[in-house]
């Protein structure tokens, strides 16, 4: 059974840093991509970090990048979302997903999200 478990969410100050951890089991990171999500109150969910351990490969939209680092921790089987310089607009609830090397950009494995807000 594949899983996926986010967690780190929490209350911080803008300009303050958090990481998020999203702990999978029962995938290998050599057949997916783990990726990171956010949605925010009344707005589209939107992909914002990417990971391909297979190809040694990250991503990060425009307006994170810089500020996150998407990373694997092998050993633990874990992807962080390591999140600096945190804006009131980055809050929301980030989602962890899993999709595999051969299925395009469809995620099908989506681990429950963890909130994250950002005070002004």
């Known amino acids: 059974e594949v899983q996926l478990q986010a967690s780190g969410g929490g209350l911080v100050q803008a300009g303050g840093s958090l990481t998020l951890s999203c702990a999978v089991s029962?995938?290998?990171?050599?057949?997916?991509?783990i990726a990171w999500f956010r949605q925010a109150p009344g707005k589209e969910r939107e992909g914002i970090s990417c990971i391909s351990r297979k190809y040694d490969s990250t991503y990060h939209i425009q307006s994170v990048r810089g500020r996150f680092k998407i990373s694997i921790d092998n050993a633990k089987n874990t992807v962080y979302l390591q999140m600096n310089s945190l804006k009131p607009d980055d809050t929301a609830v980030y989602y962890c997903?899993?999709?595999?090397?051969?299925?395009?950009?469809?995620?099908?494995?989506w681990g429950r999200g963890t909130q994250v807000t950002v005070s002004s």
């Open positions: 997903a899993a999709r595999s090397l051969g299925a395009g950009l469809n995620y099908r494995y």
């Open positions: 029962g995938l290998s990171f050599d057949d997916y991509a």
